[in-house]
């Protein structure tokens, strides 16, 4: 008899999930509590899948033998308690998808920085010619393409959601770029909860395997001393120099690995920053274990055009420089934007706040900000953090927030939307907000 599969969620990793498991031959039902957008409706009905919206069929649901479970969706929920407690097992579509591909794995997880590393990453093994696939948090839906091709590798960004029904999956190649206080609220507000998350990154790796990781991270280094992993490591530092791994010295970014070297010049890099180096450095590494040549690294690294969204830099109205950081979904996500900022700075920021804390930010207000514009139905804790050292001003919608900050700002300033904070108050997603920024900036 057909293994029965159901898929909680039709959004991009639950279509993908849906196509894979009907054409490895499964009983496949899709069921999503929200409407169903129309083009994941479209790939539903071609392959002959069966689907349901704006409804959960408990009775169907619970004679599963497995669920796919889209990362969006908490744990908390009702329907996700009643299958808990018919004891069916509830895996990620990056999990089903490991199953069913023989393909090299490379996987990113952090807190900030994945996308642009797992893009960077992408873009050095397609200059080197390899038959490669972006997946995950990140490009196509890593169940639909191995339903649909044949890659040989997979760049993976990997978020904690996503790591948290994964079991028997196994990175060849996993990057841990940095652990921050971020999504507290799904992890009982235990920061050690959300470090072992991010760690399941390292789990079922063998001494084929290599972890590449961030030396001067305090949660990373302190969870490494309790685990005693099996894969090769290779650690990148931006504050020491390192014997083997990644490290910046003397103006340049240095990486050694067993077998070979390689480095070039910081100002050659296309993504400038400190946390950019931090990018750089563990993409680098990655194509150095890969045996990637020197000169596609190189090139690789200066010629990047970097991730829509984040410290995307995109006009300027009457000398004033509109700055789209959309993707600083949390406080130090925007703590790295301001870092970086070297022109007197508008800040827009706020949204659904995560259990944020600000006071990292303070130093930087002081020193950068000229003002804050809030954009969210509740600034209270903006007001509170920021209004005795800058003015604050609320704005309820991202229209109001660019005629203020643009308002605000003068001939050589910057504004810069990094809002520390998740977008479902306002927007559908970080893009939706960071789209509506760029058409609010041209109307100006």
């Not at 994945?114 to 995950?136: E, F, P, R, S």
Request: overall charge neutral; glycine content about 6%; proline content about 1%.
């Amino acid at each position: 008899m057909k293994q029965k599969i159901v898929i909680l969620g039709a959004g991009e990793s639950g279509t993908g999930a849906a196509v894979l498991a009907q054409k490895m031959a499964y009983e496949v039902f899709v069921s999503d509590i929200s409407a169903i957008k129309q083009k994941y409706k479209a790939i539903l009905n071609k392959y002959n899948i069966e689907w349901e919206e704006k409804n959960h069929n408990v009775q169907k649901i619970l004679s599963a033998d497995e669920i796919i479970k889209s990362p969006g969706i908490p744990d908390k929920v009702q329907i996700i308690q009643k299958i808990k407690e018919k004891g069916i097992k509830i895996i990620s579509e990056i999990e089903f998808a490991g199953r069913h591909t023989k393909a090299k794995k490379i996987c990113i997880t952090g807190s900030n920085g994945k996308t642009t590393t797992t893009m960077l990453i992408y873009h050095i093994l397609q200059k080197a010619g390899l038959n490669v696939g972006l997946a995950g948090n990140v490009g196509q839906s890593f169940a639909m393409q191995v339903a649909l091709n044949n890659f040989d590798y997979y760049v993976i960004e990997l978020s904690s959601f996503q790591l948290d029904n994964m079991f028997d999956f196994k990175a060849d190649i996993a990057v841990l770029l940095n652990i921050t206080p971020d999504h507290l609220d799904w992890y009982d507000y235990n920061f050690l909860n959300y470090v072992d998350s991010k760690f399941r990154i390292t789990q079922n790796m063998d001494k084929s395997c290599c972890f590449i990781y961030n030396i001067d991270d305090e949660a990373i280094i302190n969870k490494l001393k309790t685990l005693n992993l099996s894969s090769e490591k290779i650690a990148f530092s931006i504050q020491n120099n390192i014997e083997k791994g990644g490290c910046i010295e003397d103006e340049q970014l240095k990486v050694k690995t067993d077998k070979n070297s390689f480095k070039m010049s910081i100002y050659d890099l296309a993504l400038q920053g400190k946390h950019n180096m931090y990018n750089s450095l563990a993409a680098s590494i990655s194509a150095k274990v890969m045996q990637i040549k020197n000169s596609v690294i190189r090139e690789s690294l200066s010629d990047f055009t970097g991730v829509e969204h984040r410290l995307e830099k995109y006009i300027k109205v009457h000398g004033i420089q509109f700055i789209n950081d959309s993707k600083a979904t949390n406080v130090n996500s925007t703590w790295y934007a301001l870092e970086s900022m070297d022109k007197n700075t508008v800040w827009i920021a706020g949204g659904v706040d995560k259990g944020n804390d600000y006071s990292m930010l303070t130093e930087l207000v002081k020193e950068k900000v000229k003002a804050i514009v809030a954009l969210g139905i509740d600034n209270r804790k903006i007001h509170e953090a920021f209004a005795k050292h800058v003015p604050v001003y609320d704005a309820q919608s991202m229209n109001d927030a660019v005629k203020a900050a643009y308002y605000l700002a003068t001939d050589g300033e910057t504004v810069l939307l990094s809002p520390a904070c998740a977008s479902f108050d306002l927007f559908d997603n970080y893009e939706d907000r960071g789209r509506k920024f760029k058409e609010a900036v041209r109307k100006l």
